[in-house]
T-cell receptor, first 110, second 115 residues
Framework: DAKTTQPPSMDCAEGRAANLPCNHS???????VYWYRQIHSQGPQYIIH???NNETNEMASLIITEDRKSSTLILPHATLRDTAVYYC???????????FGGGTRVLVKP | GAGVSQTPSNKVTEKGKYVELRCDPI?????LYWYRQSLGQGPEFLIYFQGTGAADDSGLPNDRFFAVRPEGSVSTLKIQRTERGDSAVYLC?????????????FGPGTRLTVT
């Protein structure tokens, strides 16, 4: 699995956009970027994934740089319920296991 | 629809005892995964089932850990001779893709405490 680097924590104001960065400079050409989040005392929740094009769904947007060495997860209008640990994962091509790093602990403040 | 369910939600056992943790995946999901999460850490992969068979058990820490999925739906994670270091939240996930997928749906976990 390609190694990912995320800031350990960040704060965000309620109602504002939250931009969560992730570096994955060793990513291979056919590896996707996945984002999960884990709210306190719950299991991880799938958010979004992408290969090279920007992606958007009802939860978030994923912006991947042209060289694919980094990406940004955007929560457009953060709410208090978005307080969670956010994991950026680049799984290897073989197998189906997710390798979770330390993630970014996001605190949305009123 | 119903998500992944896990029972029990909490389990306290004494060192040396045997425990079983159950996972009910989303109906129709053929792939099932077990992870373990220690306090303050991200989840760690244990084992992956495709149907009834374990396709990848490389994450099981030792032979005290065993998992089964006899009918391709419900799975049971079994831990023999529990140790205090086994205390963690055990997470189960499932996915719809027949070949497995990184888009996995997790249950709430079972918190195991070994005293």
């Amino acid at each position: 699995d390609a190694k990912t680097t995320q800031p350990p924590s960040m704060d965000c104001a309620e109602g504002r956009a939250a931009n969560l960065p992730c570096n994955h400079s060793t990513i291979s050409g056919n590896e996707y970027v996945y984002w999960y989040r884990q709210i306190h005392s719950q299991g991880p929740q799938y958010i979004i994934h992408g290969l090279k094009n920007n992606e958007t769904n009802e939860m978030a947007s994923l912006i991947i740089t042209e060289d694919r060495k980094s990406s940004t997860l955007i929560l457009p209008h953060a709410t208090l319920r978005d307080t969670a640990v956010y994991y950026c994962i680049v799984p290897g091509a073989a197998g189906n296991k997710l390798t979770f790093g330390g993630g970014t602990r996001v605190l949305v403040k009123p | 629809g119903a998500g992944v369910s896990q029972t029990p939600s909490n389990k306290v056992t004494e060192k040396g005892k045997y425990v079983e943790l159950r996972c009910d995946p989303i109906s129709g999901h053929t792939a099932l995964y077990w992870y373990r999460q220690s306090l303050g850490q991200g989840p760690e992969f244990l084992i992956y089932f495709q149907g009834t068979g374990a396709a990848d058990d490389s994450g099981l820490p030792n032979d005290r850990f065993f998992a089964v999925r006899p009918e391709g739906s419900v799975s049971t994670l079994k831990i023999q001779r529990t140790e205090r270091g086994d205390s963690a939240v055990y997470l189960c996930a499932s996915s719809a893709s027949p070949g497995g997928s990184y888009e996995q749906y997790f249950g709430p976990g079972t918190r195991l405490t070994v005293t």
